[in-house]
């Protein structure tokens, strides 16, 4: 084979390569990005729950108004550290 085959098979190998990789590499960012936000809906769920806990509790015992506040934190949406484009 001449070199000039041979460099045009090493690159063609290369290219395809590199968009095996990028397509690995987005795909574990994609399933990062979701276990993030469903620890962030877990963690909102135990706060409106305890919320919720605490709202019972004061009607339960006619504790007059204000009711308590909300926990700190309730209902923030989820905003990833890292951006990136795919």
Not at 13 to 28: D, R
Not at 64 to 80: D, H, M, N, S
């Amino acid at each position: 084979m001449s070199e000039t085959v041979i460099i045009a098979l090493v690159g063609a190998g290369s290219a395809i390569a590199g968009a095996l990789i990028q397509a690995v590499v987005s795909h574990h960012r994609n399933r990062f990005d979701e276990a993030l936000m469903i620890q962030a809906a877990i963690a909102d769920n135990q706060r409106l729950w305890l919320w919720n806990r605490t709202l019972v509790d004061h009607i339960w015992r006619g504790a007059k108004p204000p009711p308590p506040p909300p926990p700190e934190g309730l209902f923030e949406a989820f905003q990833p550290d890292h951006k990136h484009d795919n």
